[in-house]
């Protein structure tokens, strides 16, 4: 039962910390929170389910094409939402964020269907339970988690090796400086506000044979992501994925022990009780004011 | 020798193992003018931070009129008599210029939510009592054409003028001011100089100057203390900080070593 | 004095509130009543994101609040309405004095994310503690009743809410241009600032919170009384971005902006009614449009256009001296150009 319960809180917590990831990835360098974020990994669940099922492209070729709507998607949002408002106030930023997300909420409704409309991807591996040892296995979860692995791998060599990566890296650590030394921080911003919604989209491909896609599940996993960053100190890479494994795990463990209904509220407590006790996350330094 | 207003006692900050001040000393006695240099990055308003209460200390004391005001918040360290000014504008952008005197005003005042909300005469009348007052500290700053003005509207140097206003208007005993005159023109610092002056002697409150333009400092101060990294490395009479080896080699370097010895 | 102005046109439109009832019907005065529950929603969320500059996303919930525990106070306890309904607005304030908590300690993104998580924490109270709340399908709540006064329940209700939007609006109006306004938005224009001048950030924006819930407890005890229902749905995330979409498009930091963005609000959502399929889209938009185009909101389009419209943080007129011209007088501290 319990190594069950990890492995399946492994497995959904992997893909929080892809979203997690997708979060920091925005915020280390603009410093916001893209309120967008999980409809951006909505929508482009939707987008690989209309490649794959209903146009016939196969998944190994659906899921880089989905990642790669995703990243328009949210080079989209940078230039709509963020761009022209830099010099505004957060909360005019965030919610300009919030009204995207209605949009495409709205959009993903019309065009993938209702309120309660489900839609189901074809399972990729044999959905047999297999034993591993002692431990009943899923293949789709091993096939999920293995691939968050690839995309966190991916992501750090990107991050690391890239020139790209360095300057988003540069512009996080010193937006100022990053600007003496000729990095334009608009194309960074767009670069991050892609990159983020790119690893978004990648959950959400994983994620898609695994469940169901319906247009609300953008903001759960997005609160849910959202809260893993916040536990990994928002700004921390490895943060947000040791974030989103605590939450997986928690969740996973809250439903079983407790009742399935918990499943869902656990997250939400669990960040309120942290954000009182410990509001600057489980690794996050106390930053100090500068005036 | 009077007491001290307000006092350091061996005050040291680190912030992630790097030591911003060390074990500071520093005694500044009611009516004085304190002057604070140091070159950029020594401390000087980690310092003024310390004292207001936005970091704590990790060693050492602060006291103002002989109490220790450590750990307390810093709107309870203002109402005791603390007044500071910011090294950036920090008006408040949603206000007019008579606004933001008034909202200095803020600890003075009672009005509470009935009174307010209800439109009391008790209110009311405070309210007034707080407006002209607002008017007046700004004649005191000659900027009463000011007042229905956004603050943002103005330069950033008559911006600084309004944030001292406004914290002279809670009627503070010391006021730290992190600098004031930047962005003053030369004839404006002259101006500037007798307005520090008379905020002293005309409302008696005691200033502690952190301060670039170094000829408004050997002008305007009693004292002057210099830090350098952290330390303090100098603290006297002008004259004899001035002339102080130390603080020609470490601080104020070769430029004003060549005009020194030139004058 | 301008005929136009702010005061003459609030003034128009509760005169045209007042007399509404005798030339509408049975539905236009409920999506009536409904613009005046909006009003005092609106009212609240301002004081709280565009005074105190608070990004909180638990409004939705703390309606709810106001809702559920209004009607599960008759439920439940037989109370008669009119004693649950102040106590259904007493627990909301309440909620939202606790949930400014972590206001305290934490500020803007993590506030946004602590709302958030609250939020979505009082949705599942209501879905999932079915002994009390009945859970999904939600419950009917008593007709309440005004007599002896001879009017019918649509009509009581609606004059109710009139009364209570205007004396809140009232309140409001007078509170943000007092100190306590003034602490609001040194709170939310520079924390460290209004701190070195004696404001309480921990008082303020407690405050803030409170009278937010205050004002949506309110909204939702009403709200429930002119359903006879209430159930989870009315309180979720789309009730979140309708009462966002109010400030904006009304005005952030605009007591009077609240009123015109519920009005400007609710009539859209009337207009969509026939195709709800893009109300998700339409709010979602107009949020982004306003706050690129339009960032003060209508009443910032009114204030350029209009003399009157203006909204000062201080009793207008209660000092002297009349506004002076404004030619640049010499003063100490002119920068060099
Ligand atoms: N909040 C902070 N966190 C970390 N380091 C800080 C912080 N504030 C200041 N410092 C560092 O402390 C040193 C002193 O800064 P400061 O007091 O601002 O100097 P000054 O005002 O004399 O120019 C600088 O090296 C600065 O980078
Ligand atoms: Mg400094």
């Known amino acids: 039962m319990l190594s069950y319960l990890l492995l399946s809180g492994v497995t959904t917590g992997a893909l929080y910390a892809l979203v997690a990831l997708g979060i920091v990835v925005v915020n280390k360098a603009t410093g916001v929170i893209n309120f967008a974020h999980g409809e951006l990994f909505m929508f482009s669940g939707f987008i690989a389910w209309s490649l794959h099922v209903q146009m016939g492209v196969a998944y190994p070729l659906a899921l880089p094409l989905a990642v790669a709507a995703g990243f328009a998607l949210g080079a989209l949002t940078d230039r709509i939402a963020f761009r022209p408002l830099i010099k505004a106030d957060v909360i005019s930023l965030v919610l300009a964020t919030v009204g995207i997300a209605f949009v495409l909420r709205g959009v993903a409704r019309i065009v993938w269907g209702g309120k309660g409309d489900y839609l189901s991807f074809p399972p990729i591996t044999s959905p047999e339970p297999i034993m591993i040892g002692q431990i009943m296995v899923i293949p789709q979860q091993l096939a999920v988690l293995g691939g968050a692995i690839l995309v966190m791998l991916l992501f750090a060599a990107f991050f690391r090796l890239t020139r790209a990566g360095k300057m988003m890296q540069a512009t996080a650590d010193n937006s100022k400086a990053a600007t003496l030394v000729g990095i334009q921080t608009a194309r960074i911003y767009t670069l991050s506000f892609g990159t983020g919604a790119a690893i978004a989209a990648a959950a959400a491909v994983l994620m898609a044979p695994l469940t169901l896609l319906y247009p609300d599940m953008g903001f759960a996993f997005f609160i849910k992501g959202f809260a893993a960053a916040v536990l990994g100190g928002l700004t921390s890479l490895p943060g947000a994925v040791l974030g989103g494994l605590s939450i997986g795990i928690i969740e996973a463990l809250a439903g079983g022990y407790i009742h399935s209904s918990f499943i869902e509220v656990s997250a939400f407590i669990v960040i309120m009780f942290v954000l009182v006790v410990r509001p600057t996350g489980l690794l996050g330094f106390s930053r100090l004011r500068r005036v | ?263 | 004095m301008n005929l136009f102005g702010r005061r003459n046109v609030l003034l128009a439109l509760f005169a045209l509130a007042a007399i509404a009832p005798h030339f509408v019907n049975t539905y236009h005065l409920f999506v009536c009543n409904l613009i005046l529950v909006y009003v005092l929603l609106s009212i609240g969320l301002n004081i709280l994101v565009g005074y105190a500059g608070q990004l909180a996303f638990a409004n939705a919930a703390m309606f709810g609040i106001g809702a559920y525990g209004t009607g599960l106070l008759q439920v439940h306890f037989g109370l008669p309405f009119w004693l649950a309904f102040p106590l259904g607005a007493v627990i909301a304030t309440s909620v939202g004095l606790a949930i400014s908590l972590p206001a305290l300690r934490v500020s803007g993104l993590y506030l946004a994310l602590s709302s958030l998580a609250f939020a979505q924490f009082t949705q599942w109270v209501f879905l999932h503690w079915e002994k009390v709340t009945f859970g999904a399908g939600g419950f009917k709540t008593p007709t309440v009743s005004f007599a002896p006064l001879p009017v019918s329940k649509p009509i009581g209700l609606y004059y109710l809410t009139l009364i209570l939007a205007a004396v809140l609006f009232l309140l409001a109006q007078n509170l943000v241009r007092s100190r306590i306004g003034r602490a609001f938005v040194a709170v939310r224009d520079g924390e460290v600032a209004a701190e070195s001048l004696g404001i309480d950030l921990l008082r303020y924006k407690a405050l803030a919170f409170g009278l937010s819930g205050f004002y949506a407890g309110i909204a939702g005890g009403i709200y429930s009384a002119m359903l006879n229902f209430v159930s989870p749905e009315g309180y979720d995330l789309f009730q979140m971005v309708l009462q966002k979409a109010m400030v904006v498009v009304g005005g952030l930091g605009s007591v009077a902006g609240s009123v015109l963005g519920a009005g400007a609000i609710v009539a859209l959502l009337e207009a969509l009614r026939e195709v709800k399929g893009i109300q998700e889209i339409a709010f979602g938009a107009i949020l982004v449009v306003f706050i690129l185009f339009m960032p003060g909101g209508l009443v910032g389009f009114l204030k350029r256009k209009v003399p009157g419209w203006e909204e000062p943080l201080h009793r207008k007129g209660a000092g002297s001296a009349p506004a002076p011209a404004a030619a640049p007088a010499p003063a100490a501290g002119e920068a060099r150009p």
């Open chain 2, 1 to 263: 020798m009077t007491a001290a207003l307000l006092s350091l006692r061996g005050v040291s900050v680190g912030f992630g193992g790097v030591k911003v001040l060390d074990g500071i000393d520093l005694d500044v006695r009611p009516g004085e003018i304190r002057g604070l240099i140091g070159p950029n990055g020594a401390g000087k308003t980690t310092l003024l931070n310390v004292v207001c209460g936005i970091h704590g200390p990790s060693q050492g004391d602060v006291l103002l009129e002989g109490r220790s005001i450590v750990g307390l918040k810093p709107s309870r360290i203002a109402a005791l008599g603390l007044g500071r000014t910011f090294q950036t504008s920090q008006l408040f952008r949603g206000m007019t210029v008579l606004e933001n005197l008034m909202s200095g005003l803020h600890r003075r005042t009672r009005a509470g939510l009935i009174a307010a909300s209800l439109n009391l005469a008790s209110y009311r009348e405070e309210e007034a009592r707080a407006e002209e007052e607002a008017r007046l500290a700004l004649e005191f700053i000659g900027m009463a054409d000011f007042a229905d003005r956004p603050g943002t509207a103005l330069s950033f140097g008559q911006q600084r003028v309004i944030e001292i206003a406004r914290t002279l208007i809670g009627d503070p005993k010391v006021v730290l001011l992190d600098e004031p005159a930047v962005g003053l023109s030369m004839n404006r610092l002259a101006e500037f100089d007798r307005l520090l002056r008379r905020i002293r002697d005309e409302k008696g409150v005691t200033l502690i100057l952190i301060e670039h333009v170094i000829r408004l400092v050997m002008d305007v101060c009693d004292q002057v203390t210099v830090l350098s990294s952290g330390r303090r490395i100098a603290d006297g009479p002008p004259d004899q900080v001035r002339n102080d080896p130390d603080v020609i080699e470490a601080y104020l370097g070769k430029e004003l070593r060549a005009r020194h010895t030139a004058s």
